[in-house]
């Protein structure tokens, strides 16, 4: 019925650390890996060797899980409850919207928007709420780590309506 | 006594109605810095330094310390409520603490936190005043050899007693190990690991971004998929009443609390050990020591009391090495070390002779400052409830938006926050497949401490690891790890001359 | 198209908002200056620019607070890439030390710090030969036969290896014909405390950093690797006076991104003057046993330039002793 068993995620999950492991290794082989004369290990010895550890560890699941040996590997029930799909999804597009928008418009534009979406899209809460949640964040947000903890957070293209604020403030 | 006489000299000086004033402060200040999750004393003390030229130093250091005194007990507060560490030291008090809170006993855990910290902080304030004048010497003996050995036992003591699948364990352990080399290699000054050469991983990969992707963003996915944000938090009591109930289960503590304090203390005078090595060595030993070690992980109380006692002992024991030599104990001291320099005061061992009323004053003003804490701390806890009882989506909400907010400014960099949401999803997925997170960020923590350790002491041997076997102290740090490591296998082997465990024919089916 | 839209929107906004500094002739900054580290926290860079930033704000002497961010990773690798990044922008300024000249040269990150704009050099920091007290050597000449005798198994503590301390072991080896074993160490105060627990035998520290453990009486300074004896040390010798040309020194100066205007260079330049001669900061200097030594416009992006070249030829005599 269900495509994504958590069967299938962890043998998936197993597969792709195994092969980020091996990524991590050849990373490492940039440096030194084996002994250097009169000083020990070189500088890329202990990422490299743990990667390989990790690579053999992962095979271990991997072998493992197919055998069902390791409790998610019997799971034949979807990885992500039936109508939890869509909620998860918006909340992570939602997350790297965010992440996209601060670079463009800045965290006090980017963050209200962020919980408007939160509170009445997802959370349905009145308007009211909504406006005050949306104030009130950028708001102390300033105030805490602008003015008090001298923090600057990253304003995009909106940074020169801060001139003001910052010649009242700073 | 001397040192009785300079301490009352030095309450003198920390009564003054102005340290007061400023002990108060930066216990409060303190405490929602490290409630707030991603920041911890270290955030706190180096944003708040500049601020602290309004007062003189005396003043200033005293500020300093209870701030950072606050942030030890406001770490457990983010730890036990939200189940997202506030700072590393705070990491082994998410284990029980997160479970206590979800089974309705977040008032209990939140005052046992607190009853700890009180403890193991004024048992390691009496350790200090005696040995400060004396221990100076001791803490010089610790060498990398020292150091390493120190951590690998730190280490095992943890990663011995995990109870979880051995080949994701170890998977866990070595990724965060792998991910604490990202940067540059000190060692040969080259750098390591820079992918796809973004510039934001010369600076390395932050344990912070690692811990507020998993326990933030991580956590909450996880709790939206499970509940479909339909669930409520946990709703936390707190009455007057919830402190005779602590009381009443931390009967059977006194062990633990006096075993986290004493060693706590110790660990912390330790250069480069400090509060999360403490915190994690008392927890394993407690684990270990105790007669139900199954409950931890699960909500035990001394799985709170032993790391709360030891994270406090730690942070006030780190002062030691700072004031007595001038050598930090942990960033947090070495920031006020710095601090020191810019108040016009010379660190070093000639500061206990040369200003007494400075050294003694900011010792008595720990006493003080401790109290205020623990007071203060029992009563914000039912604010911080109150906090709990708004609903889900708008907690999560603020949840996202503090976790990108705290990824951000530790580094300045948005960098570390796309790095966080990405460590947040993969946290998420491993979570879900039983892969134990907690090992991965306490590795992150500890990799570069022990790869430079070891590696400097091979450097010392001149390619040999000649310096392990001459040094005593290393020696037997070193066969003790090998102990607790191997006790796990020893104790199996002697578990499975009994009847068949019921786990085993459960896997064989 | 929508971009540009927004980019003059904000431009009207700016204007309307700001009449007054639209016209003005001389540049102030109009928000907080961000000052980049190449250093990571508490060692003896980031103390400097921590103090400078504070006398700054104590003092008003600029109508904006600096905020110090500490960009250390890859021996300021990081920091100097994000200046470049940063290019055409009034409100960065980044302080420096040697690894300035050093990490373009060993890290490939695409840094010409020729395309920087100087602002200002305000002290320079001085080497000093450690060893610990209680050790038998005395004198330079001790020093050097102790190390021939020993020959590996001296051990000498310093920072990250190509930082300064390792630069200035090279010298000290490539002058003398000896060799230690160089064990490298997270900072300057972590090679301190190595020294005084006798796990080097020697170290090349800044004063700052081994100043209160030689008050103490715990270690001994047996030469200085500057031009003149310092004032703090008055009986410790130079090299130069003990017949070797070993002078090394540590520079502290700011500098900003490349493209900066003119009017905003001038701005800071004027600044660090009034810092340079503020009582305050005299005082830091000596407290520190740092050396002042101020200097700026051309003159500072000509010793720049030298500077490098010298550490271009130190890197390379480095790596081929290194081969041998």
């Known amino acids: 019925m269900h495509t994504l068993t958590t069967r299938r995620v962890e043998l998936g999950v197993a597969a792709t650390l195994a092969l980020f492991s091996l990524y991590l290794m050849a990373k490492s082989a940039e440096l030194p890996i084996g002994w250097v004369s009169g000083q020990g290990p070189g500088g890329g010895a202990f990422p490299f060797w743990l990667s390989a550890i990790m690579l053999l560890a992962s095979l271990a699941v991997l072998a493992r899980a197919w055998r069902g040996l390791t409790p998610p590997s019997r799971g034949e029930g979807a990885f992500i409850q039936v109508g939890s799909g869509p909620l998860l999804g918006a909340v992570v597009g939602s997350l790297v919207a965010l992440l996209l928008a601060i670079h463009l418009v800045g965290v006090y534009v980017a963050i209200p928007l962020f919980l408007a979406f939160h509170l009445r899209v997802l959370g349905s809460h009145s308007w009211r709420l909504t406006a005050t949640m949306m104030v009130a964040t950028p708001v102390v947000l300033f105030l805490v780590f602008e003015v008090a903890l001298k923090t600057m957070l990253p304003k995009g293209l909106t940074e020169p309506f801060f001139y003001p604020l910052y010649a009242l403030f700073l | 006594m001397d040192i009785l006489a300079s301490l009352l000299d030095g309450f003198g000086t920390s009564l003054l109605p102005l340290n007061i004033a400023v002990m108060i402060a930066g216990v409060t200040v303190g405490m929602l810095i490290g409630a707030l999750p991603g920041l911890g004393s270290v955030n706190g003390v180096a944003i708040l330094l500049p601020l602290t030229f309004l007062v003189p130093p005396t003043s200033a250091m005293i500020f300093m310390a209870a701030l950072y005194y606050g942030c030890m007990y406001g770490d457990a507060i983010a730890s036990i409520l939200l189940g997202i560490p506030g700072a590393s030291s705070a990491v082994a008090t998410t284990f029980d603490g997160r479970p206590m809170a979800m089974s309705g006993k977040a008032g209990v855990a939140l005052t046992a936190s607190a009853i700890a910290s009180f403890t193991g902080g004024t048992v390691s304030i009496v350790l200090f005043t005696v040995l400060a004048p004396t221990l100076a010497d001791a803490a010089l003996a610790f ?67 690692l811990a507020i992707g998993i326990y933030g963003i991580g956590e909450m996915l996880n709790t939206i998929e499970s509940t479909r944000n339909k669930v409520a938090m946990v709703q936390p009591r707190m009455t007057l009443g919830t402190v005779r109930e602590t009381l009443r289960e931390m009967r059977g503590s006194i062990g633990t609390l006096s075993q986290g304090s004493v060693l706590g203390f110790f660990v912390g005078t330790l250069p480069a050990a400090g509060a999360t090595t403490a915190s994690l060595m008392a927890y394993g030993v407690a684990k270990m020591t105790s007669r139900h070690p199954e409950r931890f992980g699960k909500g035990e109380i001394n799985g709170i009391v032993a790391p709360e006692s030891a994270n406090n002992a730690a942070s006030t024991g780190s002062f030691l090495p700072m004031l007595t030599l001038g050598i930090p104990g942990s960033a947090t001291t070495a920031l006020l070390l710095g601090g020191m320099v810019l108040w016009g005061l010379q660190p070093g061992p000639m500061l206990f002779i040369e200003q007494p009323e ?18 203060a701390n029992l009563a914000f806890i039912p604010l911080f409830c109150y906090a709990l009882r708004v609903p889900f989506t708008i907690l999560a909400a603020v949840i996202f938006v503090l976790c990108v907010v705290g990824g951000y400014a530790p580094s300045s960099d948005m960098h570390d926050v796309w790095l966080m949401l990405g460590f947040g999803l993969a946290g998420f997925v491993l979570c879900r497949l039983d892969y134990p997170l907690a090992p991965m960020v306490l590795s992150m923590v500890l990799g570069p401490i022990m790869e430079n350790a070891l590696r400097q002491s091979l450097i010392a041997g001149q390619g040999t690891p000649s310096l392990f076997l001459e040094r005593p102290i290393a020696l037997t740090f070193i066969l003790i790890a090998v102990l607790l490591f191997t006790l796990p296998a020893v104790k199996m082997a002697l578990a499975n001359r009994r009847p068949p465990a019921p786990a085993l024919a459960e896997e064989k089916a | 198209m929508r971009r540009d839209f927004l980019k003059g929107a904000v431009l009207g906004a700016v204007l309307l908002a700001l009449p007054g500094l639209a016209h003005a002739a001389e540049w102030k900054p109009q928000r907080p200056v961000e000052m980049v580290i190449m250093a990571g926290q508490g060692g003896g860079a980031d103390r400097l620019a921590r103090a400078i930033q504070t006398m700054i704000q104590k003092n008003d002497l600029s109508n904006m607070p600096f905020l110090p961010v500490n960009k250390g990773g890859g021996s300021g690798a990081e920091a100097l890439r994000y200046l470049k990044d940063k290019a055409g922008d009034p409100h960065v300024i ?3 030390l040697n690894s300035y000249y050093t990490t373009p040269l060993l890290t490939p990150i695409g840094v010409d710090i020729a395309e920087f704009v100087p602002v200002a050099r305000l002290a320079v920091d001085d080497f000093v030969l450690w060893v610990n007290a209680d050790s038998d050597i005395k004198t330079l000449d001790q020093y050097v036969a102790a190390v021939k005798k020993q020959g590996r198994g001296f051990k000498m503590g310093g920072t990250g290896t190509n930082q300064e301390d390792s630069l200035v072991t090279a010298m000290v080896e490539r002058a003398f014909k000896v060799q230690h074993t160089y064990v490298p160490f997270q900072g300057g105060g972590e090679v301190a405390k190595a020294l005084l627990g006798n796990h080097v035998q020697a170290s090349v520290n800044n004063p700052s950093e081994a100043m209160q453990f030689y008050k103490a009486g715990k270690v001994r300074p047996l030469a200085v690797f500057s031009e003149k004896r310092l004032p703090e040390l008055p009986d410790v010798p130079t090299m130069r006076e003990l017949g070797h040309e070993l002078v090394y020194t540590m520079q502290r100066s700011f500098v900003l991104p490349p493209g900066t205007p003119k009017e905003v260079q001038a701005y800071y330049v004027d600044l660090f003057r009034k810092v340079d001669q503020h009582p305050e900061w005299v005082k830091y200097a000596q407290n520190m046993s740092l050396t002042r030594d101020f200097l700026a416009g051309p003159e500072l992006q000509e010793a720049f330039l030298r500077e490098r070249q010298q550490h271009q030829d130190l890197l390379a005599t480095m790596t081929a002793s290194a081969a041998n």
């Open chain 2, 143 to 209: 060498g990398p050899a020292e150091e390493f050995a120190l951590v690998l036992l730190a280490f095992t003591t943890f990663v011995a007693l995990g109870g979880q699948d051995r080949f994701k364990t170890v998977i866990a352990i070595c990724l965060g190990l792998v991910l604490s080399t990202v940067g540059l290699d000190m060692i040969s000054g080259q750098p390591r690991l820079i992918f796809g050469d973004l510039p934001g991983f010369y600076h390395g990969i932050s344990f912070l971004v």
């Open chain 2, 358 to 375: 400075f050294t003694w004053g900011l010792i008595s003003s720990l006493y003080v400052s401790n109290v205020f804490a623990v007071i």
């Open chain 3, 94 to 96: 980044m302080a420096t």
